[in-house]
């Protein structure tokens, strides 16, 4: 079984440079998040889909950000125009419909913002 | 809402020996369940061990094994006979049911010193 794939693995840009990521999940799995890791912090959530419906998008700086997982199986993110703080790992994640929720990650993005 | 507090930034093990990583989370879901993931240096988060929250006996999977006390709300993971290989981020994570993202602690690094 395939794992999730996350493109490109590492990316920098200069502020206010937009930038896109991706990620295609586990198929077969109906949800995928996004989460930021930045630099010695735990993984914080982004956004989650439900299929190609979000779900929970509360913490996404809607002002710079946005994501869209098209026919409900791969997803692109997208950041415009980036700031410095936007550097991190961006990390894609997957899950299927079980019970107990195990979330499969990507290799994810290291994005860096100069 | 979730709260996760690792309290250990950084822990070092002689290889063969046994360590215990803390957690502490707070969390206002009746239902939940609780997760270690494993974050290696520039590789992917894998799952390490998951708990129900429902369950009073202790997850074990090989030489990994949590002493869970709901009451407390404490979450640690002991990692018995220590390898090289076990050197990396280690974050705690409890999650709700029902497909729900996880909510991570800050992490501890684990050294392996052989």
């Known amino acids: 079984e395939a794992g999730v794939a996350q493109s490109p693995r590492y990316k920098i840009i200069e502020k206010r440079q937009s930038v896109a990521f991706w990620c295609n999940p586990i198929s077969g799995h109906a949800t995928l998040y996004w989460y930021q890791q930045i630099l010695g912090q735990g993984p914080k959530l982004l956004i989650q889909f439900q299929n190609n419906g979000v779900v929970d998008d509360s913490q996404l700086p809607k002002d710079r950000f946005s994501a869209e997982r098209l026919k409900g199986v791969d997803s692109t993110l997208k950041i415009q125009p980036a700031k410095l703080e936007d550097s991190a790992v961006y990390l894609c994640?997957?899950?299927?419909?079980?019970?107990?929720?195990?979330?499969?990650f990507g290799p994810g993005t290291r994005l860096t913002v100069l | 809402a979730q709260t996760v507090t690792q309290s250990q930034p950084e822990m070092s093990v002689q290889e063969a020996e046994t360590v215990t990583l803390s957690c502490t989370y707070d969390t206002s879901e009746s239902d939940y369940y609780l997760f270690w993931y494993k974050q290696p240096p520039s590789r992917q988060m894998i799952l390490v061990i998951r708990?129900?929250?429902?369950?009073?006996q202790n997850a074990t999977e090989n030489r990994f094994s949590v002493n869970f006390q709901k009451a407390a709300k404490s979450f640690s993971l002991k990692i018995s006979d220590s390898q090289l290989g076990d050197a990396a981020m280690y974050f705690c994570?409890?999650?709700?049911?029902?497909?729900?993202?996880?909510?991570f602690g800050s992490g501890t690094r684990l050294q392996v010193q052989p």
């Open positions: 708990q129900e929250a429902y369950k009073q």
């Open positions: 994640a997957s899950s299927t419909r079980q019970e107990y929720n195990e979330q499969f």
């Open positions: 994570a409890p999650g709700a049911t029902g497909r729900r993202a996880l909510t």
